[in-house]
């Protein structure tokens, strides 16, 4: 294991940047965190992210390591003695958190971003039946491997947990938003108690933005980005 | 826990995939006896559709029938399980690790549209576009393989590693849009470490097993571009 100091540099409302926050909180690690501008990029991230540009970026001494998924994989590499295991041990649990966090990211984000971005009533209701479905398959997956403990990751929150967790506050405000129930205990009950097990965590408590800001900022990006008419 | 029987452990794929490749690779490096099966080109199979029914592409590994699908999770896979056969895929240290998942997310993200928008652009323009974005991935990678293989012939060292696989798959496609299109993508002047590496690589015994003919290749690229205008073999 390498010593040295953390710093996270991200965005408040990036999902990506939250569920790094999450896991260094999971690890009971200490870091610096550096408030990035999307709009206005700093040095830092420029310097240590030249190929794509965007947060969150983990500095640890005088590494620098990008892309969301691969920095929650080199923590719990990194630290693997310290607090307890983010991916699981067993390599076929480890397949299927790494197969649906995958997912979560191609599929789930991309359909609910895209009911914030749909310009036309036709191409947001495909969006929301998008992410319905998503949300089902989801559903069957927490039921797979969570075997009927609290979390994706068993009796402590792991991968998946924080992959799909670190959305939360976009999904709901996404709901407000749009007008559309998206989180529906009637389609996916399982995924439902999961998600206020998952709110009432100290982990999401501390790292997830609240829904009010977050609507806020998704209303305005979707009129001085997305060119979308707002509904109400 | 690791079957040696080739009944444990079964492989669905196409020959021409590179994705598909990559997983042949893994197994082969890890000595692992498998039962490959073969999918039709433009069709899927049942096994196929009840093992990925989220994606159905291929390559899906089918281990004591438990089905581990998408390509890089699968070499992941073969190397966490087969932890005392062959070399290891992925480096010891969580730096290096993360520097081979990092380029590998590149190549799927930026290099391998790139190189499919060679054959898949409508016009000449766009496939220049295509050629150009390919190189400059290349380009990048060159840099990464300076920095990553600290010397020794592969990103992963002195034995075929986790990014080797993921990028060393295309090379059968790659050479099959130079010999189509008249232009170098490995240029000896412009991407020298990668031309060695791509020697080195295609020169290694478990992976000139797998990876498909280059003449194959042209002649399936050519069925395809008259067929379709859209995606490239599988996933």
């Known amino acids: ?232 | 826990m690791a079957g040696s029987g080739t009944s444990d452990v079964k492989l669905l794929g196409a020959w021409a995939s590179p994705y598909v490749v990559r997983a042949r690779i893994a197994l082969n490096l890890k000595e692992v006896q498998y039962e490959f099966l073969e999918e039709q080109f433009g069709t899927k199979s049942e096994l196929l559709l009840k093992s990925n029914p989220i994606y159905k592409k291929i390559p899906v590994l089918i281990h004591d029938e438990k089905p581990v699908c998408e390509s890089m999770i699968i070499v992941q896979y073969i190397d966490d399980v087969w932890i005392n056969s062959g070399p290891a895929l992925m480096p010891a240290d969580a730096y290096d690790r993360a520097l081979q998942r990092f380029w590998t997310v590149y190549v799927d993200d930026k290099f391998v549209p790139s190189l499919f928008g060679i054959m898949r652009s409508p016009t000449e323009e766009a496939k220049a576009e295509a050629k150009e974005q390919a190189l400059a991935s290349l380009q990048l990678l060159e840099e990464a393989f300076g920095k990553i293989s600290k010397g020794k012939p592969f990103f992963g060292g002195d034995t075929i590693g986790y990014l080797d696989i993921a990028l060393g798959s295309f090379l059968g496609w790659m050479k099959a849009f130079e010999e189509m299109n008249g232009f170098k993508l490995l240029d000896d002047t412009k991407t020298p470490l990668l031309c060695a590496w791509a020697d080195n690589f295609c020169n290694n015994e478990v992976v000139g097993a797998v990876i498909p003919e280059t003449a194959k290749l042209v002649e399936l690229a050519k069925v395809m571009q008259a067929r379709y205008k859209s995606a490239p073999p599988a996933n």
């Open chain 1, 1 to 232: 294991m390498v010593e040295g100091e953390i710093k996270l540099l991200g965005t408040w409302p990036s999902p990506f940047a939250i569920r790094v926050k999450m896991v260094l909180q999971q690890k009971g690690l200490s870091y610096e965190y550096l408030e990035d501008d999307l709009l206005n990029k700093s040095e830092l991230l420029l310097k240590h992210n030249p190929i794509y540009k965007k947060v969150p970026v983990l500095i640890h001494g005088d590494r620098a390591i990008c892309e969301s998924l691969v920095i929650l994989q080199y923590i719990d590499e990194n630290w693997s003695k310290t607090g307890l295991h983010v991916l699981p041990v067993d390599p076929y649990e480890r397949a299927f958190a790494r197969f649906w966090a995958i997912y979560v990211d191609d599929k789930l984000v991309t359909s609910f971003i895209g009911i914030l971005k749909a310009t036309t009533e036709e191409a947001k209701a495909e969006k929301i039946a998008d992410t319905h479905a998503a949300l089902e398959l989801l559903e069957g997956a927490f039921k797979k491997c969570s075997a009927g403990k609290d979390f994706f990751g068993g009796d402590s929150i792991g991968y998946i947990d924080v992959t799909l967790g670190s959305c939360l506050a976009w999904i709901k405000a996404t709901e407000r938003i749009s007008g559309a129930k998206l989180l529906d205990e009637i389609k996916v009950p399982l995924l439902m108690e999961w998600v206020n097990r998952f709110l009432a965590t100290d982990c999401a408590k501390r790292t997830l933005p609240d829904v009010e800001r977050v609507e806020k900022y998704g209303r305005d990006l979707q009129v001085t980005r997305w060119n979308v008419v707002p509904a109400k």
